[in-house]
T-cell receptor, first 112, second 111 residues
């Protein structure tokens, strides 16, 4: 069976510090991978998606970047965090050609 | 911009009652999905309805789709306290599985 791991669950970082959130998927190959952000009480905003190793598409301009160094690994990064980067970050995967998405448990990021 | 918009934003009912949530969207779709999110957790896929379907059932869930009105509804029958969660509709943007979510309906089921 397939599983998705996302860590850490919570993170408190000072403004200006770097960020690295990691997501890995097990039990499948060549998945589509996604990073979403959810502001408090709001829906999800798609930040990045990837259809293969090294292939990253950004949906919105922002202070964040994403990388996919391996087939089942997706990393969300920032060189210098802003207060506005606070939120709930969710990694998800989906099969090629299938729209259902499977989500990780999320990372609550608080930038102070 | 949000493709799907759910209403109501919040819904509070007693255990055993039915809960109905609605979703409206703007552009044509191939399918529409509903997800559930427990507080502080990831989303879980509940059900998908295709554009050529009008109604679909899964256990206590019933989803309808009206493409002429660009709307969908999710009905949870005989609700339980464990159904307390936020519910989101989602439509697909493009062909890479990118999902556009609404802001969700926060359902509270009181025992």
């Amino acid at each position: 069976s397939q599983t998705i791991h996302q860590w850490p669950a919570t993170l408190v970082q000072p403004v200006g510090s770097p960020l690295s959130l990691e997501c890995t998927v097990e039990g499948t190959s060549n998945p589509n991978l996604y990073w979403y952000r959810q502001a408090a009480g709001r829906g999800l905003q798609l930040l990045f998606y990837s259809v293969g190793i090294g292939q990253i598409s950004s949906e919105v301009p922002q202070n964040l970047s994403a990388s996919r160094p391996q087939d089942r690994q997706f990393i969300l990064s920032s060189k210098k965090l802003l207060l506005s980067d606070s939120g709930f970050y969710l990694c998800a995967w989906g099969r090629q050609g299938v729209t259902e998405a499977f989500f990780g448990q999320g990372t609550r990021l608080t930038v102070v | 911009s949000q493709q799907g918009e759910e209403d109501p934003q919040a819904l509070s009912i007693q255990e055993g009652e039915n809960a109905t949530m609605n979703c409206s969207y703007k552009t044509s779709i191939n399918n529409l999905q509903w997800y559930r999110q427990n507080s502080g957790r990831g989303l879980v896929h509940l059900i998908l309805i295709r554009s050529n379907e009008r109604e679909k059932h899964s256990g206590r869930l019933r989803v309808t789709l009206d493409t002429s009105k660009k709307s969908s509804s999710l009905l949870i029958t005989a609700s339980r306290a464990a159904d307390t969660a936020s519910y989101f509709c989602a439509t697909e943007k493009g062909s890479q599985g990118n999902l556009i979510f609404g802001k969700g309906t926060k359902l509270s089921v009181k025992p």
